[in-house]
Nanobody
Framework: QVQLQESGPGLVKPSQTLSLTCALTGDSITKNFFYWSWVRQPPGKGLEWMGSVSYSGNTKYSPSLKSRTSISRDTSKNQFTLQLDSVTPEDTAVYFC?????????WGQGTQVTVAA
């Protein structure tokens, strides 16, 4: 019954900030022991975990992206947000939100984001 859906612009210019939102339905983002993550897949490459926010609001980030990444939640809207600063064409990817009691229990359909001038 849990559904996740990503939304945001499909095109971002280099040096700008990429912002995406994941809307959750069917359960609460604050459900005990649940974690909510952002994962991306560049063309021709594997999945890359970016970071997560827990049911209690604690965040954790991939070391390679920590300096540019911020994940936050809005409990009143039952959604969480990804911000990736100073993007380059190498950030072009399909971006997924995911979550559950175990990582990957639930997935959004993914959204294509292209970084180009």
């Amino acid at each position: 019954q849990v559904q996740l859906q990503e939304s945001g612009p499909g095109l971002v210019k280099p040096s700008q900030t990429l912002s995406l939102t994941c809307a959750l339905t069917g359960d609460s983002i604050t459900k005990n022991f649940f974690y909510w993550s952002w994962v991306r897949q560049p063309p021709g490459k594997g999945l890359e975990w970016m970071g997560s926010v827990s049911y209690s609001g604690n965040t954790k980030y991939s070391p390679s992206l920590k300096s540019r990444t911020s994940i936050s939640r809005d409990t009143s809207k039952n959604q969480f947000t990804l911000q990736l600063d100073s993007v380059t064409p190498e950030d072009t990817a399909v971006y997924f939100c995911s979550g559950g009691e175990a990582l990957g229990d639930y997935w959004g359909q993914g959204t294509q984001v292209t970084v180009a001038a």
